[in-house]
């Protein structure tokens, strides 16, 4: 590739298709540690890989809320520097007076659901999220194992002891909305999440939206092989905000439009609440 760029006269004219290309790879890079989890997590000797536990002492924020007044926001992002074009462009939304938490979701709190029969409740379920829990036998996060009476979970640390104040990751979208009518709220959209995100602690793990992954107003596909790609929004995909502990730096930011099938749990992602009143 340096030989390749090294010989072209005009950089300008591919410049942008290597930024993407080395973002998208990025991206990839996040992946890699899914994969890698995956893998272990999976492994009867759930072998340690990374004694300096990337994916552990992660603690819940403050607890409180963030108000949102009903009221028109701009949504998307608005600057030059490099951005997916699923960030673009810029526009107006209106968002009705909503209140959205300042922690994610913890453990013990999730545990609670759990230990309240969480999994055997067909009503705080979607009825494809509930084909899919029966089907797949799904009954704790993805990574918590039921020991002598103890619950624990593998990180890339090796397997331990559950600990309660950390805020639980590896849900689906499924589980997330479970938790989320089991306790009386639900989850935010994309757009409340950007703009209660200013006035709170994120970007330790993706946090499930109620939101769609729909293209924004605006929105035009490149011609191309670029545009075949980017340009067909995924069908049946769910938006995810923030960041995780694998994300690349630079990829961090409060327009990032992450997405993911409903029923996926490999990923760093975890749950924060909303409410209207």
């Known amino acids: 590739m340096l030989s390749f760029l090294n010989s072209l006269e005009d950089k300008s004219t591919i410049e942008a298709l290597v930024t993407l290309g080395l973002n998208h790879e990025q991206q990839h890079q996040e992946l890699?540690?899914?994969?890698?989890?995956?893998i272990l997590g999976h492994n009867p000797l759930f072998p340690k890989y990374d004694l300096t536990g990337i994916d552990t002492n992660l603690k819940v924020q403050e607890p409180g809320w963030t108000h949102i007044e009903a009221g028109v926001y701009d949504i998307g992002y608005k600057g030059k520097d490099f951005h997916f074009d699923n960030e673009r462009s810029n526009h107006r939304v209106f968002i009705e007076e909503t209140y959205v938490s300042n922690s994610l979701i913890s453990n013990g709190e999730y545990l609670n659901f759990m230990e309240d029969g969480g999994y055997e409740n067909f009503k705080h379920w979607h009825a494809e999220g509930w084909e899919w829990l029966k089907s797949n036998q799904v009954k704790a996060p993805l990574y918590w194992y039921r020991?002598?009476?103890?619950?624990?979970r593998y990180?890339?640390?090796?397997?331990?002891l559950l600990k309660m104040d950390e805020p639980v990751m590896h849900v689906s979208f499924y589980e997330a909305w479970a938790y989320a009518q089991w306790s009386g709220m639900r989850l935010p959209t994309e757009y409340e999440w950007e703009v209660a995100a200013t006035q709170f602690s994120w970007g330790r793990l993706w946090e499930w939206t109620e939101s769609a992954y729909l293209p924004y107003p605006g929105f035009k596909r490149v011609p191309g092989p670029i545009g075949e790609y980017k340009g067909k929004f995924m069908v049946n995909q769910k938006v995810l905000r923030g960041a995780s502990i694998a994300t690349p730096n630079g990829h961090s930011r409060l327009t990032y439009r992450n997405f993911f099938h409903p029923h996926l749990q490999w990923m760093f992602s975890g749950i924060r609440l909303a409410k209207n009143e």
Request: net charge negative.
């Open 32 to 38: 890699l540690w899914y994969d890698i989890k995956y």
């Open 147 to 152: 020991m002598d009476g103890e619950w624990y």
């Open 155 to 160: 990180d890339l640390s090796g397997l331990n």
